[in-house]
């Protein structure tokens, strides 16, 4: 196996061709990223990103334990399975893309070198078809104008498309002659729903949605469970390396069959459904009720009977839990960028499960949480760092923390 020496701050550190992505020397060849911000890593080689991630997450974990080598991609392109799209209008043309970093100015996109590929065709032929329907774009400052976005969600594993259509307005002119049009030149596409958001806001849906064609969800399967997506719920955006992480946090679970688990921020159930083969019972709670609608079809649907679910904060139900004196064995916690507050580890304390399974999408929260576990009887055993965003500075780790 060849193996390539990287020079990081923490020394000389050879790094596995094999299991670290394909060494590729290229830079991402794009000719929009400077301008929309999107990727930070543009100019570095995908090995050097992985060296730079590799010493982010090593700058924020090293007083608590080891730190694996990152694992990063055989092909760190058009991997994003969730594509958004804002459209508006430049020099009397229909155009589509992403804002410039920190702006609301639409920087025009036609290929993204890290989006699927698919999922870009799709967008382009929307371009065309608003532009012979005569619909109106929507206009961030004066507010006036139908169509606002397009986000087209994938599924890798089962090739199903869904395609939302975001208007300002529960009113499509054309309405079946558009989606007609739209599906002779996709005939891939499986569903098609219209989302309303009629508010002037950053925020990308509405909370009105009419299914236009199909389902109005798609399915895709993960780790060898089925789990139905629709336009707002959580879903990893890479499949290929979701897989790699969730694997990860089984491997740290270690369940035998006898364990009672828990599944904080469980979102449509993912980790918690994949966890079930191998646990005695599990405990998934998750805030958000159409998440948890997701969820409940997803273990019905794969015929999983030891998952029980719950609508609730996650923190509060695990204190119910402790005053209760019901016990957990392993808990996993997958929370947002921000990580947990206090009152959501203390409540991990409280429930005193023999291992924490911590799926982090932030180093620096991560090692400020972990900072607090030490300190309350738990010892951090090993971090493993996935690339789950290539050619952007995010990094996913996953952490095993043991009494």
Request: hydrophobic share 35%; proline share 3%.
């Amino acid at each position: 196996m060849k193996e390539k020496r990287i020079k990081t701050k923490e020394g000389i550190k050879a790094v596995s061709k094999k299991r670290n992505g394909n060494g590729t020397s290229a830079t991402l060849n794009c000719r929009t990223a400077k301008k929309c911000g999107g990727c930070r890593y543009r100019t570095e080689t995908y090995r050097e990103q992985l060296a730079e991630k590799q010493k982010l997450v090593y700058a924020n974990l090293k007083p608590f334990c080891k730190v694996e080598e990152i694992i990063g991609m055989d092909n760190p392109y058009y991997y994003r399975n969730k594509v958004h799209a804002v459209f508006s209008y430049e020099k009397g043309q229909v155009i589509s893309g992403t804002y410039k970093e920190g702006t609301h100015q639409v920087v025009p996109v036609e290929k993204c070198m890290i989006e699927d590929e698919k999922a870009d065709e799709i967008v382009g032929t929307v371009r065309k078809l608003l532009r012979s329907f005569k619909i109106k774009t929507y206009d961030e400052d004066t507010g006036y104008g139908l169509f606002r976005h397009v986000l087209i969600r994938t599924g890798k594993a089962t090739g199903q498309i869904m395609v939302v259509l975001v208007l300002s307005s529960p009113i499509l002119p054309s309405k079946n002659n558009f989606v007609k049009a739209l599906r002779k030149e996709h005939p891939e596409i499986t569903t098609i729903v219209l989302n309303v958001n009629d508010k002037k806001t950053s925020m990308v849906l509405g909370e009105k949605e009419t299914v236009l064609f199909g389902k109005g969800y798609i399915e895709d399967v993960l780790c060898g469970v089925r789990f139905r997506i629709s336009s707002q719920s959580f879903y990893q955006i890479n499949h290929t390396q979701t897989e790699i992480l969730y694997r990860k946090a089984m491997e740290y679970a270690g369940l035998t069959g006898k364990e009672r688990v828990v599944d904080a921020y469980c979102g449509i159930g993912t980790i918690g459904l994949i966890a079930a083969e191998n646990a005695k019972e599990v405990i998934s709670v998750e805030l958000n009720k159409d998440a948890i609608k997701d969820a409940i079809y997803n273990a019905k649907a794969n015929g999983i009977k030891n998952v029980r679910f719950y609508q609730n904060d996650a923190g509060k139900f695990m204190m119910q839990m402790a005053e209760q004196g019901v016990k957990a064995d392993v808990v996993f916690m997958d929370p947002p960028r921000a990580g947990s507050d206090e009152a959501f580890l203390s409540s991990v304390v409280r429930l005193s499960p023999e291992r924490i399974v911590y799926v982090s999408c932030n180093p620096v929260t991560l090692g400020r949480d972990l900072k607090y576990l030490t300190k309350k009887g738990y010892q951090v055993k090993k971090a493993q760092p996935v690339d789950m965003f290539p050619w952007s500075e995010h990094v996913e780790t996953v952490a095993l923390i043991s009494k």
